[in-house]
């Protein structure tokens, strides 16, 4: 690992209290992942709320998963954010 990616996760670590393995491993989960397949994306979604020690709403998830599943992700930052949001 270079210092730049040292770096990165030190601040993930420190702002997120995320262990970089943790990362590592969601990673290694996704990169031969079926998108379309609404079970992978809902397994997803939870790791990656509890990752993140944060609660989802069944109604936040469903959301979440529906928009991956159907390739509805929005592309620019602010929209993404407003899909979390909501």
């Not at 943790?22 to 992978?40: P, Q």
């Not at 709403?57 to 529906?66: R, W």
């Amino acid at each position: 690992m270079n210092n730049f990616q040292k770096g990165l996760f030190d601040k993930i670590q420190q702002n997120a209290n995320i262990n970089p393995q943790d990362i590592y491993k969601v990673a290694d989960s996704v990169k031969n992942a079926n998108f379309s397949d609404e079970n992978t994306v809902r397994n997803l979604v939870r790791n990656l709320a509890k990752l993140a020690n944060k609660p989802i709403s069944k109604e936040k998830e469903d959301k979440i998963v529906q928009s991956i599943v159907k390739n509805k992700i929005p592309a620019d930052a602010q929209s993404l954010n407003q899909l979390f949001k909501k």
